[in-house]
């Protein structure tokens, strides 16, 4: 039982991981390294996923050095999941200040570039420069870019951009999205560590049943 159980959380880590990522799709260059942690999740859910079966073939079989195999990976993983989720949190402040300071690089940097990777942000988040349409220093009648406006309107200005500056939002998801990686990781590993006691209770049992076997 909880061999599937275990697929159904190598499931749901890959959904999670994937999901982040698709956020943060084309903003790699400027996220200071944060798509490591979902894509990390991506990679256990799928050896989580794996390894549930080996686990399983092996309770099937009765063989004790698949199920002993099965639990050792699953500390591995258990293991690794708990590196990922402290890192999270103890160096949390350390990513925020890199994740602030290469945004604002990225605006003051890219604002003669074409296409401008900057304005990718702001489509994809519905903000509007560093921390506010007045960032571009246009008067209240001059054209802001069409990114810093919603679909559709038929002139980006001042009075009718996304007041919230994309710092501010980004920095915001961030907090949201690193704590839920973390607890997550945290959870699965506490309910994973159950797993592989029931693991190592099966294979002791496996080996008692071979041992008996012989006399």
Same mark, same amino acid.
């Given at each position: 039982?909880? #061999?599937?159980?275990? !697929?159904?959380?190598?499931?749901?880590?890959?959904?999670?991981?994937?999901?982040?990522?698709? @956020?943060?799709? +084309?903003?790699?260059?400027?996220?200071?390294?944060?798509?490591?942690?979902?894509?990390?999740?991506?990679?256990?859910?799928?050896?989580?996923?794996?390894? $549930?079966?080996?686990?399983?073939?092996?309770?099937? *079989?009765?063989?004790?050095?698949?199920?002993?195999?099965?639990?050792?990976?699953?500390?591995?993983?258990?293991?690794?999941?708990?590196?990922?989720?402290?890192?999270?949190?103890?160096?949390?402040?350390?990513?925020?200040?890199? &994740? @602030?300071?290469?945004? +604002? !690089?990225?605006?003051?940097? $890219? *604002? $003669?570039?074409?296409?401008?990777?900057? #304005?990718?942000?702001?489509?994809?988040?519905?903000?509007?420069? @560093?921390?506010?349409?007045? +960032?571009?220093?246009?008067?209240?009648?001059?054209?802001?870019?069409?990114?810093?406006?919603?679909?559709?309107?038929?002139?980006?200005?001042?009075?009718?951009?996304?007041?919230?500056?994309?710092?501010?939002?980004?920095?915001?998801?961030?907090?949201?999205? #690193? @704590?839920?990686?973390?607890?997550?990781?945290?959870?699965?590993?506490?309910?994973?560590?159950?797993?592989?006691?029931?693991?190592?209770? &099966?294979?002791?049992?496996?080996? +008692?049943?071979? *041992?008996?076997? *012989?006399?």
């Amino acid at each position: 039982m909880e #061999h599937s159980f275990n !697929k159904l959380v190598g499931i749901a880590m890959v959904a999670i991981g994937v999901a982040v990522v698709l @956020k943060w799709k +084309n903003m790699s260059e400027f996220t200071a390294g944060m798509n490591i942690a979902p894509w990390l999740f991506i990679v256990i859910g799928s050896v989580v996923f794996i390894i $549930s079966f080996f686990g399983c073939c092996g309770a099937i *079989r009765e063989s004790h050095c698949m199920v002993v195999t099965y639990a050792i990976f699953l500390i591995v993983i258990i293991i690794v999941e708990v590196a990922l989720a402290v890192c999270l949190f103890v160096y949390a402040d350390s990513i925020k200040h890199g &994740l @602030k300071e290469s945004l +604002n !690089k990225t605006f003051d940097n $890219s *604002r $003669s570039l074409n296409p401008n990777p900057f #304005h990718e942000i702001e489509r994809q988040f519905s903000c509007c420069g @560093k921390t506010g349409p007045g +960032n571009y220093g246009l008067i209240e009648a001059a054209t802001l870019p069409a990114e810093c406006c919603a679909v559709g309107a038929p002139l980006c200005t001042l009075a009718n951009a996304y007041q919230t500056g994309c710092t501010d939002i980004l920095l915001e998801y961030y907090d949201k999205s #690193h @704590k839920v990686i973390g607890g997550v990781a945290i959870g699965v590993a506490c309910v994973e560590v159950v797993g592989a006691l029931f693991a190592l209770c &099966l294979a002791n049992s496996i080996r +008692n049943m071979d *041992r008996r076997s *012989r006399y």
